[in-house]
T-cell receptor, first 113, second 113 residues
Framework: NAGVTQTPKFQVLKTGQSMTLQCAQD?????MSWYRQDPGMGLRLIHY???????DQGEVPNGYNVSRSTTEDFPLRLLSAAPSQTSVYFC????????????FGEGSWLTVV | AQSVTQLGSHVSVSEGALVLLRCNYS??????LFWYVQYPNQGLQLLLK??????LVKGINGFEAEFKKSETSFHLTKPSAHMSDAAEYFC???????????FGKGTLLTVNP
């Protein structure tokens, strides 16, 4: 079982460039989320999805775009990267049943210069 | 609404000493509570979770946590620290939904020989 797979693991972008962080899960989970981790801030929710075709904003959505065309995939798009988006990004997935384990990907380290 | 407060951004203990990492939460609904560990440059690993069953929860690597509703706390303990426990620890709460975790800002645990 691959679990939650994120790509790329490391990326350096120039200010203004666009890119997509990929996230895929093979556990048929309804729920998928994106978090960013910054020093001293913990992890903060960017966007989440409760099923294919359904997305919503989290705590820090500005500058990011998401879509969920399939159950398996939940890409995160940076349309015009800014240095403030330098961070570690984590994708997560889980089943509908509350309290069940939330699975995290291994993270994507993004630097915007 | 939900929130998590981790008391102490940095805790330092001697090898063999008690580890106590503090977490207080607020939630408008019965919470599910989690502790995650993150080793340097790695992803998140679930240590343990509380999902309204036993209030004393045992996790991996000898860690345990006790849910105390009256104190709105979920402190993480380990009787005897090991060098390999050095990492950052995050407390998180899910207030009834399984796709929106709210994290504390993390506590960095240092273990001295």
């Amino acid at each position: 079982n691959a679990g939650v797979t994120q790509t790329p693991k490391f990326q350096v972008l120039k200010t203004g460039q666009s890119m997509t962080l990929q996230c895929a899960q093979d556990m048929n989970h309804e729920y998928m989320s994106w978090y960013r981790q910054d020093p001293g801030m913990g992890l903060r929710l960017i966007h989440y999805s409760v099923g294919a075709g359904i997305t919503d904003q989290g705590e820090v959505p500005n500058g990011y775009n998401v879509s969920r065309s399939t159950t398996e995939d939940f890409p995160l798009r940076l349309l015009s990267a800014a240095p403030s988006q330098t961070s570690v990004y984590f994708c997560a997935s889980s089943r509908e049943d509350s309290g069940n384990t939330i699975y995290f990907g291994e993270g994507s380290w993004l630097t915007v210069v | 609404a939900q929130s998590v407060t981790q008391l102490g951004s940095h805790v330092s203990v001697s090898e063999g000493a008690l580890v106590l990492l503090r977490c207080n939460y607020s939630s408008s609904v019965p919470p599910y509570l989690f502790w995650y560990v993150q080793y340097p440059n790695q992803g998140l690993q679930l240590l343990l979770k509380y999902t309204s069953a036993a209030t004393l929860v045992k996790g991996i690597n000898g860690f345990e946590a006790e849910f105390k509703k009256s104190e709105t706390s979920f402190h993480l303990t380990k009787p005897s620290a090991h060098m390999s426990d050095a990492a950052e620890y995050f407390c998180a709460v899910s207030g009834g939904s399984n796709y929106k975790l709210t994290f504390g800002k993390g506590t960095l645990l240092t273990v001295n020989p």
